[in-house]
């Protein structure tokens, strides 16, 4: 789905500059009225970027249901530098198309913010693209936070039966299905909460922004480095360590930045 609709993007962008006969936008970006404005902007910016790259929540739900051999490090290892570099290739060329076909006017999302209207069966047929992703990521990247509220659910009140028993129900033409009463209740409430939500902030940019700088440094950056350093049991204030520990703490001041200019430019969009 990913790869249609991004190349779909793609291509309408290239048509739209074809169609302009010239690069509409600027090297410096969008203009804002101020220079502190300009940086809020910039930090947005950050966390859209990192948004791009949200297959690394799953990265070790996915290496779990790998098999050996080959080791799963060595599959996993080529698995993600392909995904990093055909992810990076297509956010590009989506990103510098749609700008360079809008310049300053490019709307968040090129094929649902009104920046293309033709033709529409093949921007209707990117839209479904979009939501079948979007189903499909949505279910997945939350395995995690079912998993994990469910099981300490069962640390916590380890004899009762809301949490263990499960029900067994029979339909009429329909085979036997269980029915765990936490699950039904959580995470029906689960959804409902974050439904609500996408609908009180429905701006996809900031949107965007906002989840990405909250989720890129504890799950690409801090994790996988403190698992790096206990694993190959690198010494404290070693030169290793040392970078390590720097390259974090930029990532966390950079992902800081992006978060800061998330949440504003969500408050200016909520009340603007």
């Not at 991004?6 to 936008?25: P, W």
């Not at 029979?170 to 269980?178: D, I």
């Not at 698992?227 to 190959?232: D, N």
Request: proline share 5%; net charge positive.
């Amino acid at each position: 789905m990913s790869f249609t609709y991004a190349s779909i993007g793609s291509a309408l962008g290239l048509a739209k500059i074809v169609e302009n006969g010239e690069l509409k936008g600027s090297i410096g970006g969008v203009p804002a009225s101020t220079k502190a404005e300009k940086v809020w902007t910039i930090c947005q910016a950050l966390g859209d970027i990192a948004f791009a790259y949200p297959f690394s929540n799953i990265f070790l739900e996915i290496q779990d249901s790998l098999r050996s051999p080959p080791p799963e490090k060595a599959t996993m290892r080529k698995a993600s530098t392909m995904a990093i570099f055909i992810t990076t290739i297509f956010y590009l060329c989506c990103g510098g198309f749609g700008y360079g076909a809008f310049g300053n006017s490019t709307p968040g999302n090129i094929l649902t913010g009104f920046g293309f209207y033709e033709p529409y069966w093949l921007i209707d047929f990117a839209n479904a693209c979009v939501v079948l992703h979007l189903v499909g990521g949505y279910q997945v990247y939350n395995q995690p936070v079912f998993a994990f509220v469910e099981k300490w659910f069962a640390e916590t009140f380890p004899y009762c039966g809301f949490v263990y028993e499960d029900h067994f129900f029979k339909l009429p033409s329909l085979p036997a299905f269980r029915l765990n009463l936490l699950r039904l209740c959580f995470r029906t409430a689960y959804v409902a909460l974050t439904t609500g939500i996408a609908m009180i902030f429905p701006y996809f940019n900031q949107v965007v922004g906002l989840a990405g700088a909250i989720s890129f440094w504890p799950a690409v950056v801090y994790f996988p480095v403190e698992m790096y350093l206990v694993q190959k049991t690198i010494g404290t204030w070693t030169g290793k360590w040392v970078m390590l520990r720097s390259f974090s703490l930029v990532c966390l001041v950079v992902t800081c930045f992006a978060l800061v200019g998330s949440i504003k430019g969500l408050i200016n969009a909520k009340f603007s």
